[in-house]
């Protein structure tokens, strides 16, 4: 089964379009590495979201996670994180394995 990686991101309301186009902008790495599956960023609709943005990505395999974290890519793909300074005031990284899995009926 998949492997899901999602950072829970913290971002002032002021910030958020911020967020939204530097993610917008992004380098495009994390879809070009094996074992990658699917990227969804995840913007805050109610209190409960309490101003978390959450970056959703899903991989073939913890492996394949672990992969990316530690490749020249990872790196190049979070640069402008880098040298413009985080939007975010905090983020917590959640990993889970996919238990069960089920698509929309076609």
Not at 25 to 46: H, M, S, Y
Not at 50 to 63: I, M, N, P
């Amino acid at each position: 089964m998949s492997y899901v990686v999602i950072n829970a991101i913290t971002v002032p309301g002021e910030r958020s379009e911020e967020l939204e186009r530097r993610f917008s902008q992004r380098a495009g790495e994390v879809g070009r590495q094996e074992g990658f599956e699917r990227f969804e960023l995840l913007r805050p609709d109610n209190d409960a979201a309490a101003g978390r943005y959450l970056v959703y990505t899903r991989w073939a395999s913890k492996e394949a996670f672990e992969a990316w974290m530690s490749s020249s890519a990872f790196g190049r793909g979070h640069r402008s994180e880098s040298s413009e300074g985080p939007v975010g005031t905090g983020s917590e990284v959640w990993a889970y394995e996919v238990a069960q899995d089920e698509d929309a009926a076609l």
